[in-house]
């Protein structure tokens, strides 16, 4: 099994983590891992799309415009 990468962790965050209690950080470690199954999982491409133009209006209405146009060409690009 190949070992998988250690994320960058602000060291705010990592102190706050170890100030932990062993439980509350048993806590922390099964939420991550829960959440990260939710997103790793398989969803049906309107499903993404729904989530796309939800993110892309979210983006759009900051006024963030060349952020969304650069998001977009990648998506394209990606196909």
């Not at 470690?29 to 309107?46: D, F, G, H, N, V």
């Not at 796309?52 to 146009?69: D, K, N, W, Y």
């Amino acid at each position: 099994m190949q070992n998988a990468p250690i994320p960058r962790v602000n060291p705010a965050d990592a102190r706050r983590f170890a100030a932990l209690s062993a439980e509350d950080q048993r806590l922390v470690e099964l939420r991550m891992a829960a959440e990260i199954a939710r997103l790793s999982r398989r969803r049906p491409r309107k499903s993404l799309v729904a989530q796309f133009e939800q993110a892309s209006a979210t983006i759009a209405a900051s006024g963030r415009a060349p952020a969304l146009a650069t998001i977009k060409r990648m998506v394209n690009e990606s196909r």
